[in-house]
């Protein structure tokens, strides 16, 4: 029936629920209660007493003698949906199992809030090392300038020597280590704020996952 228009799908739909309905069965063989339903790429709606091979993979219904579906089976899913459904899934089981760790580590906000200070007290700690070689660096970086002002091409006094590899190259080393120290303390800001976004989230999480208990 491939290829038959709607009002005339519907048609043969109506003389199929009149006479004798013919289909196939769970073993292949006719099933004379039931019709199939499925859509073409073009959209247009088909019935017949089985599905053709190139749409057995579509969404379809499954219809009795009197035309009323009894079955609807789904379109199969593309790789990337089953994908993308498997990510949801791993989310739900990821958040389930950190449900059940606020629940049985933690007895109260306060737990939660004094780890969150250890940690965070933990973590402030490692910067200071860090700022206070970042100062160094500055301090090193200011008295070699000053002593690569002396040279080309950096002086304008006449007679003014070419500046020797070894400067230039202490000049270049501590620019490119002050660079690595500024990163590592802005990464470690970052880490400080995410850190304590999470315990908040927790704190928050724990909150709603008493609330809920209590109201069971």
Do not use: C
Request: hydrophobic share 35%; glycine share 8%.
């Amino acid at each position: 029936m491939s290829g038959q228009s709607p009002r005339v799908a519907l048609g043969l739909l109506i003389a199929i629920g009149l006479a004798p309905g013919i289909g196939v069965g769970a073993a292949g063989q006719p099933d004379k209660n039931v019709t199939y339903r499925w859509v073409d790429e073009q959209g247009v709606v088909h019935y017949g007493d089985r599905i053709p091979p190139q749409y057995a993979q579509k969404e379809q219904s499954v219809l009795n003698s009197q035309g009323v579906e009894v079955k609807r089976v789904g379109a199969q899913k593309t790789a990337e949906q089953l994908a993308a459904d498997d990510r949801v899934q791993q989310g739900i089981i990821r958040q389930k199992q950190h449900d059940s760790f606020l629940l049985t580590t933690y007895t109260s906000v306060k737990d939660i809030e004094a780890l969150r200070d250890v940690r965070l007290d933990q973590m402030r700690g490692q910067p200071v090392a860090a700022e206070q070689y970042v100062e160094n660096l500055r301090a090193r970086l200011s008295e070699v300038q000053g002593r690569a002002r002396m040279f080309k091409p950096y002086s304008d006094r006449p007679g003014a020597r070419r500046m020797p590899d070894q400067i230039a190259e202490d000049l270049i080393r501590t620019l490119n280590e002050l660079n690595t120290q500024s990163n590592v303390l802005v990464t470690k800001g970052k880490e400080e704020t995410a850190l304590n976004a999470q315990f908040q989230a927790d704190i928050e999480r724990y909150r709603e996952l008493h609330a809920a208990h209590a109201q069971q």
